[in-house]
């Protein structure tokens, strides 16, 4: 498929500025092809889509969900302790934060952040690390906010709690809020909340820590995934003997369809363990995931919910797994050695965002969101076709990783 990008060579920026983690020691340079993606346009274009909606944000025991189709405000939900999407808004708040290093959005971030600090005791799933590092991991790398270590810290040991050395991975849901599944629960979705436990290893809690997230990410790399690379979503293991009992989905069109938003979580996941352990197995994984995911893309490389459900051109797309793997795939661009590679990723993750921030996407001039036409569950009946949170939340650390890009160039 050609480029659709002006060919404008630029020089990339080192990982080193581009991943959260400060002491990442891959420092590669890579030449790829700049897209007419205009970057300092869409910042603009986010920040006056934020100013636009946090006015009318107002509960702090409630943070932005999703706007529904054909409808321009969020709709706003408690931050209950099993509301998984608690922490993206105020992530979202820190992201913008360190893109302007205007106060008046620390401020703001500081607000949306400091009222749920109780949930770092979270153990009844483990959503923890979707809930917390976005909002007290982004405040204590951007936001200076060095007070909100212990929290994390605790986060983490209440995420840790939940893995089972028998089975070798965290346990991801509570049997009781899912009866289907009588056993040990883990889902692809889990890679992500990995990262709280390295960033806690490397900052003053347990070693074990780590071995953990390491551990959860072999055993899902070994079970997770059929022989084409793709992701099951859900897999139920045997508590004691750690036997996989079967393979499920919740959120994908069916059991052995492949859900476009759990191969994101996993290209995601598997990328940011390659960044926290340098080792190789994980890299090659990454980019195995990776390669099957865009052979299955469409045209314009937004995902459609599911890449096996029936009558497939006339189903709802999903941007929010677009957002996600465009941020990954910036930070996997500066991850891998080979050139063309390195090209290919970066040229993959700029078309994804040109997409996104096309008229058909973006959510400017008709909705208080970044971004339109994502779908949380169709299988479930709901949030199909709308904004979503966690789509302008992976939107906006792609566009914080580009300006880091560009700033070291
Ligand atoms: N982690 C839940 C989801 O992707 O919908």
Not at 363 to 385: C, N, Q, R, Y
Request: with cysteine.
């Amino acid at each position: 498929m050609k480029l659709l990008f002006a060919s404008v060579l630029i020089c990339l920026a080192s990982c080193q500025n581009l991943s959260k983690n400060k002491n990442s020691t891959v420092d590669s340079k890579v030449t790829a092809k700049l897209s007419s993606f205009d970057l300092n346009k869409e910042i603009k274009n986010c920040e006056a889509q934020l100013n636009q909606a946090v006015p009318k944000l107002t509960d702090l025991s409630k943070h932005p969900r999703l706007i529904e189709t054909n409808e321009t405000e969020w709709k706003e939900i408690s931050n209950g302790r099993l509301v998984w999407t608690s922490g993206f808004y105020p992530g979202i708040l820190w992201y913008m934060y360190d893109l302007t290093k205007e106060e008046k959005w620390k401020a703001e971030a500081i607000k949306r952040t400091e009222v749920f600090e109780d949930f770092k005791t979270i153990n009844e799933h483990h959503d923890i690390g979707f809930m917390m590092f976005p909002a007290y991991g982004n405040g204590y790398i951007f936001g200076d906010k060095k007070e909100y270590k212990d929290i994390l810290l605790t986060s983490a040991e209440s995420l840790a709690s939940r893995f089972n050395p028998k089975v070798g991975t965290i346990r991801s849901w509570s049997n009781k809020m899912h009866p289907r599944w009588q056993q040990h629960i883990t889902i692809i979705d889990n890679m992500l909340n990995l990262e709280l436990l390295f960033w806690a290893a490397k900052n003053g809690g347990s070693k074990e820590f780590y071995d953990i997230a390491v551990k959860h990410a072999e055993t899902t790399m070994e079970n997770h995934f059929r022989p084409d690379y793709t992701s099951w979503h859900v897999i139920e293991y045997d508590s004691i003997t750690g036997k996989v009992l079967n393979r499920h989905t919740k959120q994908g069109y069916a059991d052995d369809s492949r859900w476009s938003r759990g191969q994101a979580w996993g290209i995601y996941g598997y990328t940011m363990v390659y960044r926290e352990t340098g080792d190789k197995k994980f890299l090659e994984f990454a980019e195995k995931l990776t390669d099957k995911y865009l052979e299955l893309l469409p045209e314009d490389y937004i995902p459609h919910w599911d890449f096996d459900v029936p009558n497939l051109e006339n189903e709802e797309r999903d941007a929010s797994a677009a957002a996600i793997v465009a941020s990954c795939l910036l930070e996997l661009s500066t991850l891998v050695e080979d050139k063309m590679n390195q090209e290919r990723y970066y040229n993959a993750a700029m078309r994804m965002m040109e997409s996104l921030s096309s008229e058909q996407y973006s959510g400017v001039g008709k909705t208080d969101s970044f971004l339109v036409h994502s779908t949380g569950a169709k299988s479930l009946g709901h949030e199909i076709d709308v904004a979503l949170i966690y789509a302008d939340y992976y939107y906006i650390e792609a566009l914080d990783r580009l300006q880091k890009m560009a700033h070291s160039k």
